[in-house]
Structure formats: structure tokens, C-alpha cells
């Protein structure tokens, strides 16, 4: 499975933007890029995905870069209940690799007041 | 709309028993998956069930075992406890099999506590 890089911590102030990078170098053509987060006590959930074009939804923004060998997740203005662990993964459209997600470390997003 | 049930929620077992754990996935979702998450190891696949057929396996010992009934509801059991299978048991229920775009649900989870 190709594999992602995350740094493992990150802080960001209340109400300011946060980016979360993302590096798969080993990317293969036609991987997504996936993006989820777990909150405390709570199991993962979705926040985003996208392949080459960068992507936006009520929750962040994906951006993507051209050689898709990195991508960054965008919260625009964090909040305290954005502090969670952010998991980037990719799935190819392999039946077998597409089923199962592949998690890292993620990056743990601290927010503070 | 209800979304994934685990039960139990906690519980608490000693070495060399087994246990049984349930997931009911979303209405209209016909794949379950499962997932162990432990401090050391992270959030692992274990297997994939679709249509009562297991799909996909991880690297687990075969003291893990699954299965999913007509009704999309799936059981996973482990036998013989040990130590280290004190963990977080996730499962995740999406509407199809194989898909690269699809969504993942995640439920809370079960933690199995093994002493």
C-alpha cells in the first residue's frame, strides 16, 4: 500500500485557519486521497476525499498538489471541537485496497482559546 | 437517521476466554468492517464482510473470526484471549463493497479489556 507522511502533532489557535499536510510520495495514479479525523472517545469519521482537483464541503477544504505527491487539509476557522487526530490515507480503486483503510499516526490537531 | 451500533460498549474479560462482539451498521449498508485500535499498533484492518461473504482479511491470527447475517448486522469473535488484544474493536458499515470513493461510518466502538 502506498504510504503517508504526517507530522504528528500540530496547534492552532481558535478561529484561525489550520493546515494539515500530507505526504505520499509513492502515490500511484489512481489513488484518492482520503482525510479522517477522530475525535476523543469517538470512533473516525469522514471529512473529506479527492483525486486530482482540489475539493471543498461544509467541513474543509483538500487541497491537492499538481504531482498529487502531497495535499493539504484545510479547516478555515478551527474550532475548540476541531481538536481531534487527522488521518490522510489512500485508497485505490482496487477492490481489495479500496475496502480497507490503511491508517498512519495522523496528526493530532490541538486548538486552543 | 440511526448510525452504527456497537454493543457491548465495554467489557472486561480474562486470558484464554473468548468473546463476541456485535455491529449493527447503518439501514441500507451491506458492508461491515472491522477495525482494532491499540496505542502501539493504531487503527488496524481486521476483516470486511459484504453480502455474508468476508471480502478481505488483514494480518490477524485466526483467533479472530467474523461474520455477517442477512439482516447486514455482523458478530466478530476472538478465542483465547490474550493480553494483547486489549484494545478499541471499530467497526465501520458503507453502502458498497470495493469502492474507492466511498464513505466510511465509523461506530464508537467496543473496548475489550483482557486480564
Known amino acids: 500500500d502506498a504510504k503517508t507522511t504526517q507530522p504528528n502533532s500540530m496547534e492552532s489557535n481558535e478561529e484561525e485557519p489550520v493546515h494539515l499536510p500530507c505526504n505520499h510520495s509513492t502515490i500511484s495514479g489512481t489513488d484518492y486521497i482520503h482525510w479522517y479525523r477522530q475525535l476523543p472517545s469517538q470512533g473516525p469519521e469522514y471529512v473529506i476525499h479527492?483525486?486530482?482537483s482540489n475539493v471543498n464541503n461544509r467541513m474543509a477544504s483538500l487541497a491537492i498538489a499538481e504531482d498529487r505527491k502531497s495535499s493539504t487539509l484545510i479547516l478555515h476557522r478551527a474550532t475548540l471541537r476541531d481538536a481531534a487526530v487527522y488521518y490522510c490515507?489512500?485508497?485505490?480503486?482496487?477492490?481489495?485496497?479500496?475496502?480497507?483503510?490503511?491508517f498512519g499516526t495522523g496528526t493530532r490537531l490541538q486548538v486552543t482559546l | 437517521k440511526a448510525g452504527v451500533t456497537q454493543t457491548p460498549r465495554y467489557l472486561i474479560k480474562t486470558r484464554g476466554q473468548q468473546v463476541t462482539l456485535s455491529c449493527s451498521p447503518i439501514?441500507?449498508?451491506?458492508?461491515v468492517s472491522w477495525y482494532q485500535q491499540t496505542p502501539g499498533q493504531g487503527l488496524q484492518f481486521l476483516f470486511e464482510y459484504f453480502s455474508e461473504t468476508q471480502r478481505n482479511k488483514g494480518n490477524f491470527p485466526g483467533r479472530f473470526s467474523g461474520r455477517q447475517f442477512s439482516n447486514s448486522r455482523s458478530e466478530m469473535n476472538v478465542s483465547t484471549l490474550e493480553l494483547g488484544d486489549s484494545a478499541l474493536y471499530l467497526c465501520?458499515?458503507?453502502?458498497?463493497?470495493?469502492?474507492?470513493?466511498?464513505?466510511?461510518?465509523f461506530g464508537e466502538g467496543s473496548r475489550l479489556t483482557v486480564l
Open positions: 439501514s441500507g449498508h451491506r458492508s
Open positions: 479527492g483525486l486530482t
Open positions: 465501520a458499515s458503507s453502502l458498497r463493497s470495493g469502492i474507492a470513493t466511498g464513505e466510511l461510518f
Open positions: 490515507i489512500l485508497r485505490g480503486i482496487d477492490t481489495g485496497t479500496a475496502s480497507k483503510l490503511t
